[in-house]
């Protein structure tokens, strides 16, 4: 066997010409292969960052029924408990704790119903997208107690700008009893959606605390994982686990069950369509192979003249196929990294004139994955060669006459 | 009065409209926080119950409501409907940081949410928290008597500065009284650029039960185009006996008028 | 007499044509299909999302959208009926009063949305009797029956059965209260929104809101996704009313439509990869062939053949095998894009959730699933085969005949 593969290094290379055409080709599809397969990971992260990035985060902690009835009383049970837990995770990369309460703004001009969310700005900045989407003024200030950010749609209503007071009116958790307190606003930013620009009011979560009668307490720990499939997964352990003490952990699959939805589809959608890619693939790999060994048939029919068995001249081809796709698929490798890489960083902009100006727009940005080269050019190397036996098989079956006249 | 910027008066519906302050000469040294602090404590009454007639003006409609309005103190108040017929026996119950409604047709009394506070009262240009809000004027501003470009003699000018912190709105409220009698003739809040927020004017002082107050405050939001209401008090009496009972959920059903 | 002779050099080398035509006509094929599925399944996709929620297109009052309020209203939703019955592309529509009101049952109560819609008309526009969860739907009009949010029955701890009562301002100025009686609890997908709604008969919530027969918004969908720019601009022309803005689902559900677009650009690359495979293929094989036949052409010029002849002789061979494929491949893509379209393919057990239904994705079957690979896999094939064919133009005859 060994012998035969040295023989198939060898003509492979004494061609070099055939032999670089033919690998090249069939080094295109498999970089085709790993640039598609992380250009959807790619869209599908983009699907996911849209929904989570901005503000809600990968998962969320809340105490049980908060999140039907939105109760101030209802902080996450055991907070400081759950928070060492959430710590002692390697895959958490990051939790903010957050107050949300349902209550009024006013300003000179006007009046308006909030939602009124108390942050820790400095976890708060690295989890949410509202620093990145400022339209006006900073984010919150060192020392600004009383600072306070709000949505563009928001501030344009109640007719303020940086610097204007506001007061914003809550319940109490508790007695319900009426909490008013007076705020600057610090910053405006624009998601360009108008649930968030129209009514989230954000302040320090201190003030908050103590406007809500609240001690150290939080409505809700948002979650940012290293891994964001991490999240996806609604079966994965994580979420039972840290949904104790009568409080649940819930995956953004949950809290946004309309969009999972759409991302079965769009995966359904996608599956089919990278069926069709492998198949184009395929074909060009049948194509590649056919036309370089097929045209070859003379010459192996002089290694038959010479004595050459069938199942030599079987092996010798199997083997050629075989070092061919050796040789692809470091190329395609090397064509496939590069050009994933280089798109990984830069982004792929597929903004037009209907998105120009949009706050913070996401670029779409292929995966890199380990698999992508194992899968790929494994895949690769076992069709080249299946593929290969055909006219490996043709070849065996050659009679030395045959073979000696002209080829096609 | 309480010249609360935003609160469009828990004196409004039920504080006592009071007694002016004597007759006496005008000081000019006389310190603006006492003029405001005669004006707040004038308006404060053990009891009061008056008949009130509110205007709403808006770009869509103008309508007018009847009502009878007591007050206990600075923390209790009951409202009652009369007319027009639509809205007639519809009432409003104020105790403490506490409302309720009781709508006839549906047979019902309903809390206001705390979060609904800041909604508007029955439709007009003053809010569920006017009827609420408990802080002082007094204890919430700074005082300063100013000279204004276009001052009138009859007149005196004063700046009311709310302190740091406190959950107000405005600016500035400048307030101007009748130079003679310190009858308040013209309030206006001002954002903290300097632009006008709205307007209250006092007018048509009569007497009642003694006092003389006022009767009719027309209060002009500035940002809204079109938009007005006017309080018109009719009848006004000030510590008299109100029954506890008045200010209690059970009397928001009751159908009758004391 | 070349096209004679590229004719017949196709039809001799039958390897050789046959795996370049394959090549072409597996890449046009595919191409076809990847075109129709991505246009049909994203089209399911985007019509499941929209059509559950608001519609595809919303008319409504043009400053509406930027900033609701009870005065701004469409004042005769008849005459709007009327236009848009005549509209080409309209499937139905439903119109919808909405205002914000106090709600109380028992002794809770809380801040709401009242919906007023037409109980059949929306449940053919946007499926809300599928997204009941308990009870029923609300009665004809005077019936005075709710059905509200999820979220709502717990905060105020009602469910069907319980009364409620409706506290706001009607639209002339005067103080609107009833009471109601909730029929059914719903879940629309939408937490935030199940927290506030509470939705009663159109013409019970103009007669609370004493509206007449104004409405807010009219809710339309469109037989296919990709008439409704169309649909909407029919549907203002029609319409001649300055006051009147249909706005379409890319507007109103804006980052759900910019997440999608993301997703086309993604699919973009894919096609544009799928045709650089498809040419380098046929690269691939022309210039193998190209480099095999030297002899030949080198006989073909020693006989007098000119350099251009010989090249137009190889770009001919190529564009019979092209157009070949080309058409067997048209014949096979559209057909299963066809089926694919007819009968879709299954892919979870027919859950539905909040309304939205998922059981089968359909291909699409149109113009530019054709024309695109049309003009990019032939254009490729030939563009690729231009560098072999002037190889094989400047084939020298002494050197190549002299092989062997």
């Not at chain 1, 953004?252 to 309309?258: H, I, Y």
């Not at chain 2, 409604?101 to 909604?119: D, E, H, I, K, Q």
């Not at chain 3, 001799?12 to 129709?36: C, D, E, H």
């Not at chain 3, 393919?345 to 113009?367: D, I």
């Amino acid at each position: 066997m060994g012998f035969f593969i040295k023989l198939a290094w060898r003509n492979i290379f004494r061609n070099k010409r055939r032999t670089f055409i033919a690998g090249v080709a069939i080094a295109v599809g498999l970089a085709s292969l790993i640039f598609c397969d992380a250009l959807i990971r790619g869209m599908k992260d983009n699907l996911i960052q849209s929904a989570t990035a901005s503000f809600l985060g990968e998962g969320q902690i809340h105490a049980r029924g908060f999140r039907e009835t939105q109760d101030a009383e209802k902080t996450v049970n055991n907070l400081p408990a759950v928070l060492d837990g959430l710590r002692s995770e390697k895959d958490v990369e990051l939790f903010t704790l957050r107050t949300m309460s349902l209550g009024m703004i006013s300003s000179p001009a006007n009046v308006s119903s909030v939602l009124f969310v108390g942050v820790d700005p400095e976890t708060e900045r690295r989890l949410s997208r509202v620093d990145d989407v400022l339209a006006e003024g900073v984010y919150f200030r060192d020392g600004g107690e009383r600072d306070m950010v709000l949505g563009s749609d928001l501030a344009e209503l109640l007719e303020v700008g940086l610097g204007d007071r506001v007061v914003v009116t809550v319940s109490r958790a508790g007695n319900g009893d009426l909490a008013q307190e007076m705020f600057r606003v610090s910053g405006i930013f624009r998601f360009h959606i108008k649930e968030m620009d129209g009514s989230f009011a954000l302040a320090r979560i201190d003030k908050a605390r103590e406007m809500l009668g609240l001690d150290g307490g939080a409505h809700e720990i948002a979650l940012k994982f290293r891994d964001n499939r991490f999240a996806s997964d609604p079966e994965n352990p994580f979420w039972d686990k840290h949904s104790r003490a009568g409080n649940e952990a819930v995956s953004w699959t949950a809290l946004l069950p309309e969009l999972t939805r759409v991302m079965d589809m769009v995966w359904f959608a996608l599956g089919f369509l990278a069926v069709i890619l492998f198949g184009i693939v395929v074909f060009g790999i049948i194509n590649t192979l056919f036309m370089s060994l097929y045209e070859r048939m003379f010459e192996f029919g002089v290694l038959r003249a010479v004595g050459t068995r069938p199942s030599g001249v079987r092996k010798l081809i199997v083997c050629e196929a075989g070092a061919l796709a050796v040789l692809s698929i470091v190329m395609g490798s090397i064509l496939g990294f590069v050009l994933t890489f280089v798109l990984a960083k830069t982004g792929i902009d597929y903004r037009g004139i209907e998105f120009a100006g949009t706050g913070f727009s996401e670029l779409l940005y292929p995966v890199l994955h380990v698999s992508q080269f194992i899968i790929y050019p494994a895949a690769v190397f076992v069709f080249t060669i299946l593929v290969g036996l055909y006219p490996a098989r043709a070849a065996g079956r050659l009679t030395v006459a045959d073979a000696l006249r002209k080829s096609l | 009065m309480s010249l609360h910027g935003d609160a469009k008066c828990a004196a409004v519906f039920g504080l006592a409209l009071a007694i002016l302050a004597a007759r006496a000469p005008l000081r000019s040294q006389e310190d603006a926080r006492d003029i405001v602090k005669k004006i707040d404590a004038l308006y404060r009454a053990e009891t009061s119950r008056a008949l009130v007639e509110m205007t709403i003006v808006t770009p869509h409609w103008e309508r007018t409501l009847k009502m009878r309005v007591w007050s206990m103190g600075m923390d209790r108040t009951f409202i009652r409907i009369l007319e027009p017929k639509k809205e007639s026996g519809m009432a409003t119950l104020r105790v403490g940081n506490e409302m309720w409604n009781f709508l006839p047709r549906s047979n019902r009394v309903m809390r206001v949410p705390p979060s609904m506070m800041m909604g508007s009262w029955m439709g007009s240009d003053f809010t569920n928290d006017d009827l609420v809000k408990e802080y002082t004027f007094l204890d919430s501003y700074t005082f300063e008597m100013i000279r204004p470009e276009d001052a009138v003699p009859e007149e005196l000018t004063i700046s009311c500065v709310p302190r740091e912190g406190l959950p107000i709105v405005w600016g500035q409220v400048v307030i101007a009284v009748r130079a003679s009698d310190h009858m308040p003739l013209r309030e206006k809040a001002y954002d903290e650029r300097g632009r006008l927020a709205r307007e209250i004017h006092f007018r048509e002082v009569r007497t009642f039960g003694g006092r003389r107050i006022p009767s009719v405050m027309e209060l002009v939001p500035k940002t809204k185009e079109g938009h007005k209401t006017v309080l018109r008090y009719l009848e006004a009496e000030f510590n008299l006996p109100v029954d506890e009972s008045v200010f209690t959920l059970r009397n928001l059903r009751t159908r009758s008028r004391p | 007499m070349i096209l004679r002779m590229a004719f017949r050099n196709v039809l001799r080398q039958k390897r050789r044509s046959v795996l370049t035509g394959l090549t072409i006509f597996g890449g046009f094929t595919l191409a076809v299909i990847f075109i129709g599925w991505a246009d049909g399944s994203y089209n399911n996709i985007i019509d499941e999302f929209t059509r559950n929620r608001l519609g595809h297109i919303q008319i409504q009052e043009k400053t509406y959208f930027d900033r609701p309020s009870l005065y701004k209203t469409v004042d005769d939703p008849e005459a709007v009926s009327g236009v848009l019955e005549r509209i080409p592309g309209v499937e139905s529509w439903s119109p919808r009063v909405v205002s914000a009101a106090l709600a109380a049952s028992g002794d809770k109560s809380a801040g709401i949305q009242i919906i007023g819609l037409d109980p059949e008309r929306e449940a053919k526009t946007t499926r809300f009797d599928r997204k009941i969860v308990r009870g029923r739907l609300m009665g004809g009009p005077g019936s005075k029956e709710a059905v509200i949010g999820r979220g709502l029955a717990d905060i105020l701890k009602a469910g069907p059965g319980d009364e409620l009562a409706l506290l706001t301002q009607a639209a002339d100025g005067s103080i609107a209260e009833d009471l109601f009686r909730v029929t059914g609890v719903l879940s629309s997908g939408d937490d935030m929104s199940d927290r506030t709604s509470v939705h009663l008969n159109l013409e019970d919530a103009q007669d609370l809101l004493v509206l007449g027969d104004r409405v807010h918004q009219i809710v339309v969908t469109v037989t296919s996704l990709g008439r409704v720019p169309a649909v909407a601009r029919a549907i203002d022309r029609d319409l001649d009313d300055p006051s009147l803005r249909a706005v379409p689902w890319q507007v109103f559900a804006r980052s759900f439509y910019e997440a999608m677009q993301a997703d086309k650009a993604g699919l973009w690359i894919m096609l544009v990869i799928i045709v650089v495979i498809v040419g380098v293929g046929v690269l691939n094989t022309v210039l193998m062939s190209v480099l095999e036949r030297r002899r030949e052409y080198g006989l073909l010029k020693a006989v007098g053949t000119k350099p251009r002849q010989v090249v137009r002789l190889v770009l001919l061979e190529v564009l019979l095998l092209s157009l070949t494929a080309v058409f067997l491949g048209a014949l096979v893509g559209l057909g299963a894009n066809a089926f694919l379209a007819e009968h879709g393919v299954k892919f979870a057990e027919g859950l539905t959730y909040g309304g939205m239904e998922f059981g089968t994705m359909r291909s699409e079957v149109n113009a530019r699933s054709f024309i695109i690979p049309l003009v990019t896999v032939l254009a490729s094939a030939i563009l690729v085969s231009l560098v072999p064919a002037l190889q094989a133009g400047k084939t020298d005859p002494a050197r190549t005949m002299r092989l062997h």
